[in-house]
């Protein structure tokens, strides 16, 4: 990541934590340390509602029940609950096969399995909380261009309008997403797998009745499709297409698409009628060697992106975010005004806590894309099997759900309701 040697330098004021890119996930941690009385600096280089935010773009996000309790404890939830659609139960199945299985709030003992969310409508809410916010700097636009250490500190390079921005920081918080530039000029490599395949998102209405708060998933020979209820009247859906076969099924006119979504659900969701335009994702698994590095962390998608089968990357980013704000809360709790973010220490206890969490959630969706995936035929009558033992199974829908929730493993102050 070269700067411009021609472009003027000027340093900025120093800061407890910087956090390069302000998605959805290092948004949400601006949100969580901004009542630490730390000094935070975040730099977004495309604004909310500006074009090509890619972050908070027409996609809606499936929030898990942990990360509805992390977002009501940094206080947004009353704000986003309104537009929220509950979904109590999850019909899964296969097309052609004949096994289901129905993962079901009641049966796990919740309200709600998750919330479904427009991705803008969750950016108008953390950046309204950071507009108003104390100790947050915002450099927007702003792009991070460099990293190079200094002492105690690391210098963060920042593209603004009047040139660089030299900002010494304890500690970097990396949250560029998958195609993270800053993760390499750290010096981590990550795995890119490209998954072959192509999703195509966006909303969907019935011809009559209303969505419930049913969603579906659906595995057929093309990839993975979701059903998602997105209000009383409209779902949102996400159907995976293979790369190469992506732009034909782009290329259909509205009832062309209904059709082919008609198809592939069959009428258990209803008639379907007047869809959103069509936006497309091409899917691949990105996982970076290494979370941490001298005075930095990498979050969110930069960490690790994932394919959207099981609606799982943000939820898990904000897992991220929900133990990273509770370990330097923890450090300023026992050091006070000379708490370092950055110190090894804090980076490792962040470390050692997400490993298992962010491993199984990686093998878990990689996992599910790979049995049920278009390049595995020969699993056809074991997965229709699998399904209906699945369904069977003591236990193991209650493990799905609770993974699916958010709710596996150590869980943090944020994900039990409680404050950092
Ligand atoms: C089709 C689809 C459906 C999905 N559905 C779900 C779901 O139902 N549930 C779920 O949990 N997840 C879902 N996800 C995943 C979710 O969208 C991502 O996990 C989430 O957006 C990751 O957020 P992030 O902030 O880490 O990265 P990003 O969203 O990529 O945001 C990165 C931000 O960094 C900024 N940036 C980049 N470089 C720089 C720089 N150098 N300087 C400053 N800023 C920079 C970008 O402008 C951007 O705003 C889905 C993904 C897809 C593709």
Request: proline content about 6%; overall charge positive; hydrophobic content about 45%.
């Amino acid at each position: 990541m070269a700067t411009d040697p021609a472009v003027a330098t000027t340093d900025g004021e120093p800061c407890d934590v910087f956090i390069a890119g302000g998605g959805m996930v290092g948004a949400s941690l601006a949100v969580a340390l901004a009542g630490l009385h730390l000094r935070v600096g975040l730099a977004e280089a495309v604004p909310l509602g500006g074009p090509g935010q890619p972050s908070f773009d027409r996609r809606t996000v499936a929030l898990s029940r942990s990360s509805q309790r992390i977002l009501d404890s940094l206080g947004l939830w009353s704000g986003l609950e309104p537009e929220a659609a509950p979904i109590r139960r999850i019909h899964v199945s296969e097309q052609g096969r004949f096994g289901s299985t129905v993962i079901d709030a009641a049966r796990e003992g919740v309200p709600a399995l998750g919330y479904v969310i427009g991705n803008a409508r969750i950016g108008a809410a953390l950046w309204g909380a950071l507009n108003a916010a104390r100790g947050v700097a915002l450099h927007v636009p702003g792009e991070v261009q460099g990293v190079e250490p200094a002492g105690e500190y690391l210098r963060v390079l920042v593209r603004r309008d009047a040139g660089v921005l030299a900002v010494p920081a304890r500690l970097l918080v990396v949250a560029d997403g998958a195609r993270s530039r800053l993760r390499a000029a750290l010096g981590i490599e990550a795995r890119v797998r490209p998954y072959g395949q192509t999703a195509i998102i966006g909303t969907v209405g019935l011809t009559r009745g209303r969505v419930g708060d049913l969603a579906f998933e659906r595995f057929t020979p093309s990839g993975p499709l979701a059903l998602l209820p997105a209000g009383a009247d409209r779902y949102a859906f996400v159907v995976t297409r293979r790369t190469d076969d992506a732009p034909a099924t782009l290329a259909l006119d509205d009832a062309g698409f209904v059709g082919v979504l008609q198809a592939a659900f069959g009428n258990r969701a209803g008639r379907f009628a007047a869809p959103s335009p069509r936006v497309a994702y091409p899917l691949e698994l990105v996982t970076a060697a290494a979370v941490t590095a001298p005075r930095a962390v990498v979050i969110g998608n930069a960490a690790n992106g994932l394919h959207p089968v099981a609606g799982q990357g943000y939820n898990l980013g904000l897992r991220d975010v929900a133990a990273l704000a509770e370990v330097i809360a923890d450090d300023v709790r026992r050091h006070g005004a000379g708490a370092d973010p950055g110190a090894d220490a804090v980076i490792g206890q962040y470390g050692d806590w997400r490993r298992r969490d962010q491993r199984n959630v990686v093998a878990f969706t990689d996992g599910l894309v790979r049995a049920f995936g278009v390049d595995a035929p020969l699993l056809g009558p074991l997965r229709g099997l699998s399904l209906l033992a699945f369904d069977l199974l003591p236990g193991a829908k209650g493990l799905l759900a609770r993974e699916t929730m958010g709710l596996g493993g150590r869980m943090s102050r944020l994900a039990r309701g409680l404050p950092l």
